[in-house]
T-cell receptor, first 114, second 110 residues
Framework: ETGVTQSPTHLIKTRGQQVTLRCSSQ?????VSWYQQALGQGPQFIFQ???????GRGNFPPRFSGLQFPNYSSELNVNALELDDSALYLC?????????????FGSGTQLSVL | AQSVTQPDIHITVSEGASLELRCNYSYGATPYLFWYVQSPGQGLQLLLKYFSGDTLVQGIKGFEAEFKRSQSSFNLRKPSVHWSDAAEYFCAVGLNDMRFGAGTRLTVKP
């Protein structure tokens, strides 16, 4: 049990739609990162939020956006869905600056785009 | 830029045999290195991590890894594999903006 909860667990959307994925972190975890894991691949870093501001971004287009809230929850929003967006989306949280703190991963949301 | 290479896509070992999974990294400074395990449909579970200090790191489930700066490697080992170890294993470098390798799928033969 990591203390990181993601919802929903599975989601089916059609191309062109918009989707919001949610993550609830442990209390005190002021940093949340989102990853995309395509089938058969390792997770790819999308972006990180620290104290409600974006604090680093991987090679993903602007239609991938996020929000982080004061209650340690966060969202990943994807606009204009494409077939290649089908993947497992993982969020992970930690306390920034504590180098001995490990990253806590949720179980992910499986997104299918048809 | 930091990156990780896992040269072996799929490894099969017999139960009770020893295991070594390879990981090579590229990083500008002293790396933060991790090994994670993922069972089908699940998130990632941390096996072990290296930040500094002793280059031989002990983890959960009997796993260990050795950091070798001269070889830019962080290979994962286990002396005797159990059937329950069958899973996907990921090496990663970095901290909050972690970069993962493509993974090595471990199959355990009875």
């Amino acid at each position: 049990e990591t203390g990181v909860t993601q919802s929903p667990t599975h989601l089916i959307k059609t191309r062109g739609q918009q989707v919001t994925l949610r993550c609830s972190s442990q209390s005190g975890h002021n940093t949340v990162s989102w990853y995309q894991q395509a089938l058969g691949q390792g997770p790819q870093f999308i972006f990180q939020y620290y104290r409600e501001e974006e604090n680093g971004r991987g090679n993903f287009p602007p239609r991938f956006s996020g929000l982080q809230f004061p209650n340690y929850s966060s969202e990943l929003n994807v606009n204009a869905l494409e077939l290649d967006d089908s993947a497992l989306y993982l969020c992970a949280s930690t306390v920034a600056g504590r180098t001995n703190e490990k990253l806590f991963f949720g179980s992910g949301t499986q997104l299918s785009v048809l | 830029a930091q990156s990780v290479t896992q040269p072996d896509i799929h490894i099969t070992v017999s139960e009770g045999a020893s295991l070594e999974l390879r990981c090579n990294y590229s990083y500008g400074a002293t790396p933060y290195l991790f090994w994670y395990v993922q069972s089908p449909g699940q998130g990632l579970q941390l096996l072990l991590k290296y930040f500094s200090g002793d280059t031989l790191v002990q983890g959960i489930k009997g796993f260990e890894a050795e950091f070798k700066r001269s070889q830019s490697s962080f290979n994962l080992r286990k002396p005797s594999v159990h059937w329950s170890d069958a899973a996907e294993y990921f090496c990663a470098v970095g901290l909050n903006d972690m970069r993962f390798g493509a993974g090595t799928r471990l199959t355990v033969k009875p």
